[in-house]
């Protein structure tokens, strides 16, 4: 039967009507976001976006970038304020819960144990495993899986590690164990006979999620040049990259490693280079970057501080140390109380162990350092300590109130770029994760920091106990609030592991 032309109008108009009701909850799904903000100056360094737009959020991800507006459940109005990829620090030793909140209200998203790396990867992932402020991981650390192999420690470490993997400790006679014993090993070689079981468990800390190797090799200065060299190839087998503190301070062990580096093709990341360096910073530029443009895989990082920080005990301190370092012992400040030390406090203080803060570098070898486009920004940040060292607490901070606002070293968008899409870069390879992080972009992890251009600058310094910074208005992680009007979410835990995945 052919319906008449008025009822095909009828019918159509039905049709078009009830298609309207079922669609209309869907485009207002897709429309609709988690979180939306609104109206901030968007800054992606690796597209060159800076401008004015709306960002929406569903789940962990950024879903959509406009310049119309957007519709969400919570709506945050970031009038005046950057909307930036959340800063990663490669280089941070405060790896618990009240550290990342220090560095979560330094705009820090990711930080990573890479320098000096975890014994124990499944042991580490565990102790981390809902209880992160924002994202971790770690390289597996050479310097103590290499004493791990050594027959006269070994039986000692794996007593230590099971006691930690069984408590899950953090602390304790267990960790006390095993740093003794681990440094019992720092001025003996590693017989070649005993390398196999070095890259063994090496190799065994890579596949459960390490992001290549930890070889802090001045603080065991046994190792002979041959181990080392041999390390490099074994990284450049795995394609994981090695991030290495330096034999010593000067020109010499930069070579050491680019040499390495430059005859196996192995991927090199150079750390805290200003107090690896001193005052040979300029030649070591000059070194990587000419290892660089023949086209090694060689990196590096500063952090914008005139201090160090280290243990006592450290081979640093060795007999000598005044002349290598051409300090004294009132450039020592003990991190517990503050005090600067003479000869008689150092020495009370050698037998008790501890940590220092030691003042060493002169404020225009950092300027140069962190305005060369080819250095990072990392803090080195310390284990949570009321006193500990202030680039625990305000590292980014710092640098982009103090060196880029108020000196104006850089423009802001390179600036951001030092301490986001360079880092994500340093670790796509191993971690193909990081290839979403560092941007903000349609598909990138709704990792994000908003801070106030204007405002944003460290509190801490090291007269007094470590205070969070401020100009950090709104943190998230993976989606979730950790840093919310300028205040810590209370029990925000929403960061998960970066693991390396070859």
Do not use: C
């Not at 020592?332 to 503050?338: A, E, K, R």
């Not at 404020?363 to 284990?383: C, F, K, L, T």
Request: glycine share 10%; proline share 5%.
């Amino acid at each position: 039967m052919t319906l008449p032309n008025h009822l095909k109008t009828v019918f159509a108009l039905l049709f078009t009507i009830l298609a309207a009701a079922v669609l209309a909850p869907q485009a207002l799904a897709q429309d609709s976001y988690d979180i939306v903000i609104a109206n901030g100056r968007v800054m992606d360094p690796e597209s060159g976006l800076d401008g004015i737009r709306y960002v929406g959020i569903r789940g962990g991800t950024v879903a959509a970038i406009s310049e119309a507006p957007l519709a969400g459940r919570t709506m945050i109005d970031a009038s005046g304020l950057v909307v930036a990829p959340g800063f990663i620090d490669l280089h941070a030793h405060g790896q618990s819960a009240r550290a990342n909140e220090f560095q979560a209200m330094d705009g820090v998203t990711t930080a990573l144990e890479l320098e000096a790396g975890v014994i124990d990867m499944p042991g580490f992932l565990a102790r981390r495993e809902g209880d992160a402020v924002i994202n971790y991981g770690a390289s597996i650390a050479h310097g103590e899986i290499r004493t791990w192999v050594m027959p006269e420690y070994a039986e000692k470490i794996s007593e230590a590690v099971a006691l930690i993997q069984q408590t899950g400790a953090t602390t304790g006679e267990a960790w006390e164990i095993l740093d003794e014993a681990t440094r019992g090993g720092r001025y003996e070689a590693l017989a070649p006979v005993q390398y196999p079981a070095l890259w063994a468990r090496l190799q065994k800390g890579l596949d459960e999620g390490a992001l290549g190797v930890g070889m802090p090799h001045q603080y065991y200065p046994g190792v002979t040049y041959d181990e080392i060299f041999r390390l490099f190839q074994f990284a450049a087998r795995q394609d994981v990259p090695i991030y290495t503190h330096v034999r010593d301070m000067g020109v010499a062990p930069i070579q050491e490693v680019i040499a390495n580096a430059v005859a196996t093709g192995a991927s090199l990341h150079i750390v805290h280079m200003n107090s690896s360096s001193l005052w040979n910073y300029q030649t070591n530029l000059d070194l990587i970057l000419g290892a660089q443009e023949r086209g090694a895989d060689i990196t590096t990082e500063a952090y914008p501080y005139t201090a160090a920080s280290t243990g006592i005990r450290s081979a640093i301190f060795d007999p000598g140390w005044q002349q290598r370092l051409r300090i004294s012992y009132e450039d020592l400040q003990w991190q517990d109380t503050g005090e600067r030390l003479n000869e008689e406090s150092f020495r009370n203080y050698y037998e008790e162990g501890g940590v220092l803060i030691i003042h060493l570098m002169k404020p225009e070898w950092i300027q140069a350092q962190i305005a060369d486009p080819r250095v990072m920004v990392a803090s080195d940040g310390m284990p949570y300590a009321p006193g500990a060292h202030p680039r625990s607490a305000g590292t980014f901070s710092r640098f982009l109130g103090r060196y880029i606002r108020e000196q104006e070293l850089l423009p802001l968008m390179d600036a951001l770029k030092k301490i986001t899409l360079m880092p994500a870069q340093r670790l796509e390879n191993v971690a193909p994760q990081m290839k979403r992080k560092g941007r903000i972009q349609e598909g990138s992890n709704a990792d994000i920091t908003i801070f106030d251009p204007a405002h944003i600058i460290d509190t801490a310094d090291f007269d007094g106990e470590l205070s969070y910074s401020e100009g950090v208005e709104f943190v998230l992680v993976n989606g979730q609030f950790v840093v919310r009007d300028g205040s810590l979410v209370a029990g925000a835990r929403p960061g998960q592991p970066v693991l390396g995945q070859r």
